[in-house]
């Protein structure tokens, strides 16, 4: 899938959305008209001086006062020296509901059962970078499902690796919560009350955690896709994007807004570090880039306010699938994958 929908007057081929967002209580935003501007000049500069053009417009972000973010990793310096340039080319998004962003507007329908929509993080990125993009992420996706059909209805999706060709420039991947079960956890995580530990007493027992078992299960097949990735597209650069923090970092949680029991809080907070923390050594080993969106996202979970979250809980308030990216949280992420493109930690 390209972006190639004009809206409006815009030139055909370019996107009209504002990449916008909040960062630790800092709004950040793009103007439309800068992307239009932005996209139009890397239509026609297919040179370094693009990319040059895109780091100066992000670094211009970072360095003003409206978009000052304390928490990401570490604080990008003032004058970060630009990585090597990124010429426009084409850009492929690989990934599950975390990438596609289900029930966010507005919809794809190619296929229409992966939930895919053209306001995800790869829609964003490919409109501040000026590429092509297709995008092939799908709702449940699991690593098998990025070489082989994936059964959605309506459906089916072709092998994500599809859209890979030996000219691609760009890939991220956002893979590896559907391996461990993540609808399982939910379903067994749930509790009508926030009393016990439902969840720790169902995937711990007898000292044998499941989870951590699932997680040390999907670490070669996440690196086997990335390896898949540099052999159909060895010029690409490649990106693991992480998951983005579901819950807070301490007290008992927020049931029933998320309807986790107290007890079980520290054990699902150290489930989701675990996954991430195995997603960064996989990407690490196999000549990857790693985009934190996590630490991105810390304070922005789903048990805060409304305006404030960037993962809806288990009833959404805004259009989103229930424990997954609103329309914040893939901006959030979309700034993190830019940062990581164009800035040098």
Known sequence: MEISRGHGGNKPGTQSVPLAGRL?????????????????????????WATAAAF??????????????RKLGAQIPQFAAPRPPVQPGLYVALGDSYTGGPF???????????????????????????????????????????????????????????ALTIHTKLVTMGIGGNDIGFSDILKHCFSPTPFGAPCQDHYVVNGRDEISERLAAAAPKVA????????????????????????PLTGDGCWPQMPIASADMPYLRAKEIELNTMLAHVAGANRAGLVDAYTASIGHDACQFPTVRWVEPAVPTSPAAPVHPNVAGMEGTAYAVLREILVRR
Do not use: E
């Open 24 to 48: 630790d209580g800092y709004r950040w935003r793009v103007s439309a008209a800068t992307f239009r501007m932005g996209v139009v000049v890397f239509d026609r500069m297919k040179s370094t």
């Open 56 to 69: 100066i417009a992000v670094a211009a972000l970072l360095s003003s006062g409206a978009a000052s973010p």
């Open 104 to 162: 966010i507007p507005v919809p794809r329908y190619d296929p229409a059962g992966c939930l895919r929509s053209d306001h995800n993080y790869p829609h964003l990125v490919a409109a501040a970078l000026g590429f092509r993009l297709r995008d092939v992420s799908c709702s449940g996706a699991t690593t098998q499902d990025i070489t082989s059909p994936q059964a959605v209805t309506p459906g089916p999706n072709p092998p994500q690796f599809d």
């Open 224 to 247: 086997a896709v990335i390896q898949g990735i540099h052999r159909r597209s060895p010029a690409a650069r490649v990106y693991v994007v992480d998951y983005l923090d579901i819950l």
